[in-house]
């Protein structure tokens, strides 16, 4: 069984991309599936993997989206839940068991619920079954600072947050490509073994499309997404992100 971090190179590798499509797609609740599956199914051998948010997952269920989780295996494409997952740990079990009986690869969790009774058993859990569990380290929004910059025993949030993604043994986590500076010390935290998620390019403005430096994938939505043509917008940020 491949881990959630070797299928993450492979797919990165045939694609010849490091983009993490985030499938955000926003307006009539009707219509989202169809217009998910057109951004897919035009961009699907230029990406690295998929995420899908609350924006799918609310109105769909994983019931109501198994024909996108189906379209990223068919096309070798590691498919991620962003739900920022925060609860104690019997909640959190049944969460990724249902993740992983619907085909998803890996789920994005909040580390400040701790690994006692909250993520310990998660993380012990995906792994046993070839899942991935990522953490969030620092969020790409101006209001992170509020929060995963906040001084706690002596040194700031995100530094203890990557601390904890290398003690526990995640396999990535997500630093925002706004701060470079922030993926580099957490670089030195985490080691090479844990990969770095970056979003926050592109339609949140900060960086460049293209920028991110250091971080392994870079998670892009809008600026693909709500694009005219999302797949000219895809090959358009490429080059930069390149696998
Ligand atoms: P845009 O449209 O801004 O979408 O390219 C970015 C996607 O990434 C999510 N996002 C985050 N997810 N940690 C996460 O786990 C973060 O720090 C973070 N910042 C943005 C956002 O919800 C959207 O799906």
Redesign the pocket.
Same mark, same amino acid.
């Given at each position: 069984m491949r881990t959630f971090r070797e299928r993450m190179m492979a797919s990165a590798k045939r694609s010849r991309s490091r983009v993490v499509l985030?499938?955000?797609i926003t307006g009539p609740h009707q219509t989202r599936l169809a217009r998910a599956e057109k951004v897919l199914d035009a961009t699907m051998d230029r990406i690295a993997a998929v995420?899908?948010?609350?924006?799918l997952l609310l109105p769909y269920g994983l019931e109501g989206i198994a024909r996108v989780v189906a379209k990223c295996h068919d096309g070798g494409l590691p498919i991620i839940a962003?739900l920022?997952m925060n609860d104690i740990e019997s909640t959190n079990l049944d969460i990724v068991d249902s993740l992983l009986a619907y085909g998803f690869d890996a789920v994005?969790a909040n580390p400040f619920v701790g690994r006692e009774e909250g993520l310990g058993g998660v993380i012990e859990r995906m792994h046993a079954k070839g899942g991935g569990v990522?953490l969030?380290?620092?969020?790409?929004?101006s209001g992170?600072r509020e929060g995963y910059a906040l001084r706690v025993a002596g040194k700031p949030l995100y530094r203890t947050f990557a601390a904890r993604a290398r003690d526990w043994g995640a396999d990535g986590v997500?630093?925002?490509a706004k701060s470079p500076e922030k993926i580099a010390e957490t670089r030195k935290i985490v080691g090479n073994n844990c990969l770095i998620?970056s979003?926050? *390019? @592109?339609?949140?403005g900060g960086a460049k499309l293209g920028a991110a430096p250091g971080a392994d994938f870079v998670? *892009? @939505?809008?600026?693909?997404?709500?694009a005219p043509n999302p797949r000219g917008a895809l090959m358009e940020i490429t080059p930069g992100l390149a696998a």
């Open positions: 985030a499938l955000d995420k899908v948010n609350h924006q962003d920022k994005i990522i969030l380290v620092y969020m790409s929004h992170a997500v630093v925002s998620f979003p926050g *390019v @592109g339609a949140q998670i *892009v @939505g809008r600026s693909i997404t709500e």
